[in-house]
């Protein structure tokens, strides 16, 4: 059981916008920690997509965005492509666990 | 460009320890930069174990895993290390090294390509 809770699984066309929740609580998301969420694709090592909520590292293209609010988060993919098809995991800091913490990951499909 | 490379694949029996690297690049030895291992079982997500800032040899670790995880750091070659004691089988999974940043809480900016360590009893 994550600590942070995502949906196992998101499903679009091409073209759509989806997003990807993720639910935490008074000790991580809610206690003003950031949320950055990760790109996993079948077979390699997970590549940071999102950063401190809302922010992209060089390279990553606009399509992704991320908030927060509360004790939640979002990760949005508009646009989708068929590249986008992988796993997509949050993470943030837990003052509980005095360490990082993850959701347990979303599976993106494109139909 | 941030470069981790990480010791090849492990095949271990139940009871033992294993011991994988991460060579990085030198700056994170001379900054305040973390290095941080996440793990992943097969099928399965993303787990924190914890981290280690070479310039001062301090690690933190999972709760989960004190007592069976140590971090290191050699300064000489620019390397981290993660030993993991007392191995299991629900140990397999594929370790990552990251190169860690911090905005309000770290985040893995940078990642190995991975080490598989296989437990079989």
């Known amino acids: 059981q994550s600590v942070l809770t995502q949906p196992p699984s998101v499903s679009g066309a091409p073209g759509q916008r989806v997003t990807i929740s993720c639910t935490g609580s008074s000790s991580n998301i809610g206690a003003d920690y950031d949320v950055h969420w990760y790109q996993q694709l079948p077979g390699t090592a997970p590549k940071l997509l999102i950063f401190?909520?809302?922010n992209r590292p060089s390279g990553v293209p606009d399509r992704f965005s991320g908030s927060k609010s509360g004790t939640s988060a979002s990760l949005a993919i508009t646009g989708l492509q068929a590249e986008d098809e992988a796993d997509y995991y949050c993470q943030s800091y837990d003052s509980s666990l005095s360490g990082s913490v993850f959701g347990g990951g979303t599976k993106v499909t494109v139909l | 460009q941030v470069q981790l490379v990480q010791s090849g694949a492990e095949v271990k029996k139940t009871g033992s320890s294993v011991k994988v690297s991460c060579k990085t690049s030198?700056?994170?030895?001379?900054?305040?930069?973390?290095i941080a291992w996440v793990r992943q079982a097969p099928g399965q997500g993303l787990e924190w174990m914890g981290a280690i800032m070479p310039i001062f040899g301090s690690p933190t670790y999972a709760q989960k895993f004190q007592g069976r995880v140590t971090l290191s750091a050699d300064d000489s070659t620019a390397t981290v290390y993660l030993e993991l004691t007392s191995l299991r089988p629900d140990d397999t999974a594929v370790y990552y090294c990251?190169?860690?940043?911090?905005?309000?809480?770290?985040?893995?900016?940078?990642w190995g390509q991975g080490t598989l360590v296989t437990v079989s009893s």
């Open positions: 030198e700056d994170a030895f001379a900054t305040y930069a973390s």
């Open positions: 401190g909520n809302n």
């Open positions: 990251s190169r860690q940043s911090v905005t309000k809480g770290p985040y893995f900016h940078y």
